[in-house]
């Protein structure tokens, strides 16, 4: 079955930089577009950031643009996400995210930017 799963998040101070992962499993990877949500509690879910099956065609939200940098390995059935210049409105639970028939979640990852 589909599986994801995140990594790498954490406590980091305003205008620091961290590295999230997620390694995934159950389908062909290589084949299928993949994105980046967050979630602050109370709020909807945004989708932030997407990337291709072939590591083209990048989307961002406007509120990450420019600071977050989405990627994938395909041969890892990895997908990253480069966090720059992290603000304390960035704080929340991170997810990865396919639509493989339906739309699959991992577990998330909290990252915090606090002083």
């Known amino acids: 079955q589909v599986q994801l799963v995140e990594s790498g998040g954490g406590l980091v101070q305003p205008g620091g930089s961290l590295n999230i992962s997620c390694t995934a499993s159950?389908?062909?990877?290589?084949?299928?577009?993949m994105s980046w949500y967050r979630q602050v509690p109370g709020l909807e879910r945004e989708r932030i950031a997407r990337i291709g099956a072939e590591g083209a065609a990048l989307e961002y939200a406007d509120s990450v643009k420019g600071r977050f940098t989405i990627s994938r390995d395909n041969a890892k059935n990895a997908v990253y996400l480069f966090l720059n210049n992290l603000k304390p409105e960035d704080t929340a639970v991170y997810y990865c995210?396919?639509?493989?028939?339906?739309?699959?979640w991992g577990q998330g990852t909290q990252v915090t930017v606090s002083s």
């Open positions: 159950g389908f062909s990877f290589s084949i299928h577009p």
């Open positions: 995210s396919a639509f493989v028939g339906q739309r699959f």
